[in-house]
Nanobody
């Protein structure tokens, strides 16, 4: 059974930082491209950042220079370090795993107050 479990969300003031984690089980983690998506109320889910099995990263323009995605294959975990947070970063952040099959986590809420 595949599970992606996100943690680390919460309430933070603008300019603050949060670190999200996503622990995967039931998959060969090292072979998967991992990504973080987010969804604001009334908005579509959008890609925030991704990291391939080889460690190549990709970022949405709106987080470049502020967010960093990384992975620890020994711990089956992908991280999203979020700095200089803005109120518009508020939303539910989802972890996604992709390699032939696609899996999603349940999401973690991030709220940035002004």
């Amino acid at each position: 059974q595949v599970q992606l479990v996100e943690s680390g969300g919460g309430l933070v003031q603008a300019g603050g930082s949060l670190r999200l984690s996503c622990h995967a089980s039931g998959i060969i983690f090292s072979g998967y491209t991992m990504a973080w998506y987010r969804q604001a109320p009334g908005q579509q889910r959008e890609l925030v950042a991704s990291i391939t099995s080889a460690g190549t990263t990709n970022y949405a323009d709106f987080v470049k220079g502020r967010f960093t995605i990384s992975r620890d294959n020994a711990k089956n975990t992908v991280y999203l370090q979020m700095n200089s947070l803005k109120p518009e970063d508020t939303g539910v952040y989802y972890c996604r795993a992709y390699y032939l099959h696609l899996y999603w986590g349940q999401g973690t809420q991030v709220t940035v107050s002004s």
